[in-house]
């Protein structure tokens, strides 16, 4: 970036040979190659500190804070893969001090396919570099929307860096789109009433403060990520909702305070380059200055959260309550466009502002879980059980056949979207009918006891009515398809025969009859009727197969 005058970038070979020599030259820069990527070249990880243990156990026993920085996730917003090198060379030179109590961890290119595949014409609203990376990485998926459900290699081997590194604080560098305005650099910060408690608490009132005040001073006006599509700033915008399909999001769930900072697509690469530099800064110096207090309020969450009663599946947006902040914005008009002849948007650069905005940064908790005991999942749902291996969920095989009391969840109902989203089919508006039965498991179905630091994790993935649940994500799809069923013409004898020895059900089709005339001129809706109130009907259809032992 520097040697073409803040108008490149780059190339994805050139990155890592350039990490390699800093590895050799500096004592306090080692790069470690990690898990793998779509792109079948491994992920590396770089540690700085200023003794140079790459050891996270040590660093951990040392006492020192970890700030997990990650870089080209989406390769067409580059700042941050070329603001950490120069951070990062500025280290290794002494030229910026870090400080003992806090180590780097950096994934300088995250999604290595989409950094090989550059060109000149992604991103056509970007205002450089020359060239740069595309967002979808080897299998075409945004890597921002896979934490969850891990379909990439990518996803993967992250989450193996994120768990050797338990990092205190996560940095995720990006480049917004959306509206203009005067600010170069924006931050989302992952929602305070999401995170919760006392993490929460401490992130709006004291971490993002703190952050906001440091930029003025490195003389950058920072302003919450501009949540705005197509509309105009000045009405206000609700702070994003980073469910755990995102980086921060994802981060949150193990109780770590997760930012995802965002420069202005408009403004020039080297400013942006240097806006992500100082926001960089202002995180190390803040945690080095506070490295205590994030480590007791986080050892205290993870406690909490081990002997939490009950979590919340879903949040809604509280419009009655907002911050007022300071926005510097241009004048947004309207005129005829060149293309259609119809009104489009468009911002005034010669008329630039400063007003008071309302900020709608407050989301209200429901749907809350009754934490259970523990979870029971047969072992043949392998793919979720190695999803919950591969983030260090402590599980226990079943020694033997055993009939467990366990509530069970039925779906009642759900809608699937009919457009593919990163290649699935996402489930939502999902409804559920809990029973209690004994249930026989086999030798070597997995317990998972609800008592451990990944048990806000559990719950987001393992309850099927939370938003980024794997069945949202179509993990448990096949219990929604029936396998077994009749012939209509044998099954005719059988159900009439079953009908005259259950009074029960022939009142409950004689009712539906009677309240339903489509249902009553439809002999195949009827017969079916009989055979799903029947012993004959398939027990696992619609059963979700996730089981929870109840206290």
Not at 11 to 24: A, C, N
Not at 98 to 120: E, K, M, Q, W
Not at 129 to 145: K, V
Not at 296 to 320: I, Y
């Amino acid at each position: 970036m520097e040697q073409s005058g803040g108008t490149k970038t780059p190339t994805y070979f050139e990155i890592i040979e350039w990490w390699k020599k800093l590895d050799e030259k500096s004592g306090k820069v080692k790069m470690l190659t990690m898990g793998e990527t779509d792109a079948g070249f491994p992920l590396h990880l770089v540690v700085v500190g200023n003794n140079g243990d790459n050891n996270f156990e040590n660093i951990r026993k040392k006492n020192k804070r970890i700030i997990l920085i990650n870089n080209g996730i989406h390769p067409g917003e580059p700042d941050g893969i070329d603001a950490s090198m120069l951070l990062v060379r500025d280290i290794a030179t002494s030229k910026y001090r870090i400080p003992d109590n806090t180590v780097l961890a950096i994934i300088p290119v995250y999604n290595i396919g989409g950094c090989l595949n550059r060109s000149a014409n992604f991103r056509v609203d970007q205002n450089g570099p020359e060239e740069f990376g595309s967002r979808g990485n080897s299998q075409n998926l945004d890597l921002n929307r896979d934490f969850i459900k891990c379909d990439s290699k990518e996803a993967r081997s992250f989450t193996e860096i994120f768990h050797l590194t338990l990092p205190d604080v996560f940095i995720d560098n990006h480049v917004s789109n959306g509206a203009d305005y005067q600010h170069v650099m924006t931050l989302a910060a992952t929602q305070h009433n999401k995170l919760g408690g006392i993490m929460g608490e401490y992130l709006d009132k004291v971490f993002e403060p703190a952050l906001y005040d440091a930029m003025k001073k490195k003389g950058f006006d920072l302003i919450p990520y501009v949540n705005v599509w197509n509309d105009i700033p000045e009405k206000g915008w609700s702070a994003f909702w980073d469910t755990p399909r995102y980086a921060s999001g994802y981060a949150a769930l193990w109780h770590c305070f997760a930012f995802v900072n965002e420069t202005h697509m408009l403004k020039p690469y080297d400013q942006r380059v240097k806006a992500t530099y100082a926001m960089m800064q202002s995180f190390i110096e803040f945690t080095a200055s506070n490295s205590e207090k994030i480590k007791t309020l986080r050892e205290q969450t993870c406690g909490t959260v081990q002997t939490a009663s009950q979590f919340p599946l879903g949040w809604t947006l509280d419009k009655s309550q907002y911050r007022q902040i300071r926005f510097m914005g241009y004048e947004a008009k309207y005129k005829p466009s060149e293309i259609s002849g119809l009104p489009r948007l468009y911002y005034d650069k010669s008329k630039p502002y400063e007003k008071n905005i309302p900020h709608f940064d407050h989301y209200i908790a429901g749907n809350f879980i009754v934490t259970p005991k523990a979870y029971i999942i047969p072992q043949g749902w392998w793919k979720v059980l190695e999803l919950l291996e591969l983030n260090k969920v402590e599980m226990f095989p079943l020694k033997k056949d055993t009939a467990i009391t366990v509530e069970v969840y039925k779906i009642i109902s759900h809608k699937a979207s009919q457009r593919q989203y990163e290649m699935h089919h996402p489930n939502s508006d999902i409804k559920t009918q809990t029973s209690v039965e004994i249930v026989k498991f086999r030798k070597g179905d997995l317990y998972i006891p609800m008592n451990q630091t990944a048990n806000r994790f559990l719950i987001e993935t393992l309850e099927p009515t939370a938003e980024d649940s794997y069945f949202s994500w179509n993990f448990f799809d096949a219990i929604l398809g029936q396998k077994e069923g009749y012939s209509a013409y044998v099954f005719e004898d059988i159900a009439a025969s079953y009908l005259k020895n259950n009074l029960q059900l022939k009142n409950w089709l004689s009712e539906k009859v009677a309240l339903d005339s489509g249902f009553a001129k439809n002999s195949s809706a009827q017969l079916y009727f009989i055979y799903e109130n029947s012993p004959w009907a398939e027990p696992g259809l619609l059963r979700y197969p996730v089981y929870r032992i109840i206290k």
